[in-house]
């Protein structure tokens, strides 16, 4: 594999292919290495983000108080009904014209977060339903404020139902950190796109970007079961 | 825990205490006094409103209208279940005074037997956790479910979830009980150990406040018996006349039903 037999890959395609593509991968693999880095610490803000605004709307949804309820419902109707794409564009290069200007980072986080928010919101709506009105009116009939009963008795076997979900969610927002590419976020996916456009090999590099997106959603399913067992030991 | 001072006022008073879901009124007006130390059965049909009014005594339902006085002070209960407002702390600190035994146990699954038990006195009475610990094994040992203390309440029998559950209550050292018919929920053969646990509290001096169909039970363990019809009070007076020779017609037929039925089985 001589350097020059590397150049007549990279320009006749395919037919060249096995003779410089693993050349082609050693030379560029570094650079998905801080992409990859994007991707984990947008993805870890995203999917705490997006559990924070869900648990509020869910716990606003489900306390019998309108002034509480509609602005829940308005955020929900809005967002699942809008595209994410159209979601990070209004936030991103939108907001500015408010005089909220966020750099891309964080824009792309708020914009992940808000969005999965509104899915995680229904997720714990359905598991708040799914516990028995007598587990919290027991906690009430004990002295425990409303708080202390969702806290200390109620969320903790909502977590438990809602795990299988609550991970297909996060794996969503992981894969959906690759539409920050268009907000210049040096993430896996624009990162690609740069190689791909100075090598011309893009079923390499789409394929080595695959895997790596999915050894991301795997470690986070694996993580994801291993505490739904942990959970499920007590009962 | 009878207190020889108070014994002769009510611990608690309910005046033409009335509850309305949508238009249906399920309590029409019901007045009653508990004193210290009394053991009160509360008998009627299904849906007659009994358990309606226990529940609005720790206001898990609130009323519509009337008075509630507990220890004596009355309950703000209008201000009640808003989320924010300072009488809901006083709510809960009403409520901590009451324990309640429901109908379905209600242990909370996710918590050991002696976690249950703990909960409260810790979160709620921020009861030290070792002290609350020695509390509830030494009210486990006296109901003789002290090896269960680890154990998950899944892992239980009904009549062992149900004992649990009025140690938990137990455990707030409340000055009344409230039991919503809590056997029966139970396989028949689980029913007699429960039952022998609430005449022992009786038998302790608890202040109790019983809906039952156990009319056997009643008879023997209430000093007063109060029958329920359509949300007013149809009957009442010591157990032995209300339930051996009731005045009212109704009070007659239910139990002639009830008791017929309990013999049938």
């Known amino acids: 594999m001589s350097s020059s037999g590397q150049d007549i890959a990279s320009y006749s395609g395919m037919y ?53 309820q509609y602005p829940a419902e308005f955020y929900l109707w809005f967002v699942r009904g809008t595209p994410l794409l159209t979601q ?39 598991g708040l339903l799914g516990i028995p009105q007598g587990q919290r009116e027991s906690a009430l009939a004990l002295g425990m404020t409303y708080w202390q009963s969702m806290r200390r008795i109620v969320l903790p076997q909502v977590v438990r139902i809602i795990i299988p979900p609550i991970t297909n ?36 590099f789409y394929i080595l970007v695959s895997l790596i997106y999915l050894a991301m959603t795997t470690v986070l399913m694996v993580g994801m079961r291993w505490a739904e067992r942990r959970h499920a030991i007590a009962y | 825990m009878p207190d020889a001072a108070t014994a002769e006022s009510p611990i608690l008073q309910l005046r033409g205490l009335r509850k309305k879901f949508g238009d249906l009124e399920v309590l029409k007006g019901v007045t009653i006094d508990v004193r210290q130390g009394e053991v009160i059965a509360i008998v009627g049909v299904s849906g007659s409103g009994k358990s309606t009014l226990l529940r609005c005594v720790n206001l898990l339902e609130l009323p519509t209208d009337g008075d509630i006085v507990f220890d004596g002070k009355r309950v703000p209960y209008e201000s009640a279940g808003h989320v924010f407002s300072s009488a809901s702390r006083d709510i809960s600190r009403l409520r901590a005074e009451i324990g309640m035994v429901f109908q379905q146990f209600n242990l909370w699954p996710h918590k050991s037997v002696i976690e249950n038990v703990i909960e409260a006195p810790i979160t709620v009475r921020k009861i030290p956790r070792a002290k609350a610990i020695a509390d509830a094994e030494r009210l486990l040992d006296s109901i003789g479910l002290l090896e269960k203390r680890d154990e998950y309440p899944a892992r239980l029998s009904g009549g062992q979830q149900q004992r649990v559950a009025i140690v938990r209550a137990l455990a707030m050292k409340p000055k009344l009980m409230l039991f919503d018919e809590a056997t029966s929920a139970l396989d028949p053969e689980l029913v007699g150990e429960v039952l022998a646990l609430m005449a022992k509290l009786a038998e302790e001096g ?56 309990r013999g049938v089985e």
């Not at chain 1, 050693?26 to 997006?50: C, R, T």
């Not at chain 1, 936030?91 to 708020?110: C, E, H, K, N, W």
């Not at chain 2, 056997?216 to 020779?245: C, K, M, Y």
């Open chain 1, 169 to 204: 969610d996060a794996a969503s927002t992981i894969k959906n950190t690759s539409l920050l590419s268009t907000i210049t976020i040096m993430e896996l996916m624009l990162q690609t796109q740069v190689i791909v456009s100075s090598t011309f090999r893009p079923f390499e």
């Open chain 1, 16 to 68: 060249n292919a096995v003779d410089g593509w693993w050349n082609q991968i050693e030379v560029y693999l570094p650079l998905f290495v801080p992409a990859s880095w994007v991707v984990i610490q947008v993805s870890v803000l995203s999917i705490v983000l997006s559990w924070a605004c869900g648990l509020v709307c869910a716990l606003a949804k489900t306390s019998g108080y309108r002034v509480l």
């Open chain 1, 88 to 126: 990070i564009f209004l936030i991103y290069f939108g907001l500015p014209q408010l005089g909220i200007r966020l750099d891309p980072f964080t824009a792309g986080v708020v914009a992940l977060g808000v969005n999965g928010g509104a899915y995680v919101a229904e997720i714990i709506r359905g």
């Open chain 2, 206 to 261: 608890m202040t109790m406040m019983v809906v039952t169909h156990e009319i056997h039970f009643a008879r023997q363990v209430s000093d007063r018996t109060i029958f329920i019809d359509a949300g007013l009070i149809e009957e009442e007076g010591p157990s032995r006349e209300v339930l051996n020779n009731p005045r009212s017609e109704r009070t007659r037929q239910f139990l002639d039903r009830v008791l017929h039925d």
